[in-house]
């Protein structure tokens, strides 16, 4: 589910935004969207972005112990 929520910035940040948005054929929105998200996993902080403690398995399955066998 996407948040909504007011962002301010300076004009000429602005302005440079939507010209990079206007090349990538994206909305202004959606650029802004893409460099957040792109900064979040250059950080190792995107939500969506697996963590090196998760091995593959399917972590909605039940282990051999949990369904008693």
């Keep these: ?3 909504s929520f007011a962002l301010r910035v300076e004009s000429d940040v ?3 935004i939507e ?3 206007a090349d990538e054929f994206r909305s202004t929105n959606g650029q802004i969207e893409w460099i957040l998200s792109e900064a ?3 950080a190792k902080r995107h939500p ?3 963590t090196g403690a ?3 398995k399917d972590a909605g399955a039940p282990t ?3 369904n008693g066998q």
């Design 54 to 56: 998760d091995d593959g």
């Design 48 to 50: 969506k972005q697996k």
């Design 40 to 42: 979040l996993k250059k």
């Design 64 to 66: 051999k112990t949990e």
């Design 19 to 21: 010209r990079w948005a």
């Design 14 to 16: 602005y302005d440079a």
């Design 1 to 3: 589910m996407k948040k």
